[in-house]
Structure formats: C-alpha cells, structure tokens
C-alpha cells in the first residue's frame, strides 16, 4: 500500500493553490503601442510640420497656403514635396537615426523596432519605413490609395500598417 497521499487536508480541500503566478510578458518583448497614441504621435507631427510650413511660408516665397500654389506647375510642386522631406528630416532625422522615434513618439513614449524587438536600422526606417511611402504619395491616384490603405491596416489585430510592413517594424510603447 502506498503511504503517499496526495489529497489535502479536509481545511484546505478547497483552497486556491498555493503557487506564486506572477505576470510575465510570454516572449520578453515590449507591448504594442495604441491605435490612439499612434494617431495622437502623428498628430503631433502633422502640427509641427504644419507650423514649420507656415514659417516658411511667411518668410519666403514658397506659400503653400496660397491659391497661387495649387495651381503652380510639376516642378514647383515636386520642390514642395522636397522642401516638406527636409523639413521632415530637420524635425525627425537625429531621433529617428538614433532612437526609432519621432518627436510625437517621444513626447507619447513609443519607439520603432524590428518585431523581435531589435533596433530597426536607419535605413530601414528612413528608407523604406519613410522614403517607399513619401515617394507612392506623390503619385497622382496611387498616393491617395497608398494613404487610405496604410493608415486603414491599423485596425488589423497586429496593428501594423502598411509602412511597417513594407519596412518590417512594428511601433512598441517604451
């Protein structure tokens, strides 16, 4: 006969286990960011990138919020789409090549990493990440589709767009 019982004691029949369960992440790496922090760090983007235009626009001749503009010629608009690059690139350029970040990531705690949580190069975020994206949005037709389709794949369980997965990122909260 085997004097190895394994039942409990009547008192603790019914008790919960006695185990510690502790809350751990199961593949080590940092949650997703929100759809809305997300929204919120483009916002915060868009804003500043919308008061460096109207600085420039009052302080030189390039006022894209003049009528003159929309209907302005093929090479005045591509040196607006390039002028709004180099603005991107004053702004972001430094945190994004060394933190993964914007400054409305920064400012909302999210970063840009590989989905194994590694850094994403820079050439991977400014490239393709960036670059794929700003060149299809200057198409005629295909740009607006680009946009649509892009900030619409946020609401796939994953919650990335287009532009991560063209570059192979996901944006994590830090």
């Given at each position: 006969m085997d004097n190895n019982n394994s039942t409990p004691p009547p008192s603790q029949?019914?008790?919960?286990?006695?185990a510690e369960v502790a809350?751990?992440?199961?593949s080590g790496e940092a949650p997703l960011a929100?759809?809305?922090?997300?929204?919120?760090?483009?916002?915060?983007?868009?804003?500043?990138?919308?008061?460096l235009w109207w600085l420039v626009s009052a302080i030189t001749p390039?006022?894209?919020?003049?009528?003159?503009?929309?209907?302005?010629?093929?090479?005045?608009?591509?040196?607006?789409?390039?002028?709004?690059?180099?603005?991107?690139?004053?702004?972001?350029?430094?945190?994004?090549m060394t933190r993964g970040q914007t400054v409305g990531k920064l400012l909302l705690g999210m970063r840009i990493v590989r989905p194994d949580g590694s850094a994403a190069s820079p050439g991977r975020i400014i490239g393709l990440r960036y670059g794929i994206g700003w060149l299809l949005s200057a198409l005629p037709?295909?740009?607006?589709?680009?946009?649509?389709?892009?900030?619409?794949?946020?609401?796939?369980?994953?919650?990335?767009c287009l532009h991560d997965l063209i570059a192979d990122t996901i944006v994590v909260k830090v």
């Open positions: 029949r019914y008790a919960p286990p006695a809350d751990v992440s199961a929100g759809r809305g922090a997300r929204l919120g760090g483009a916002i915060i983007d868009g804003v500043i990138l919308l008061g390039w006022n894209i919020f003049s009528p003159q503009m929309a209907e302005a010629g093929f090479m005045a608009l591509i040196g607006m789409q390039l002028l709004g690059l180099l603005l991107f690139a004053i702004v972001n350029g430094y945190l994004l037709v295909v740009g607006m589709i680009y946009a649509l389709v892009d900030c619409l794949m946020i609401f796939r369980a994953d919650r990335r």
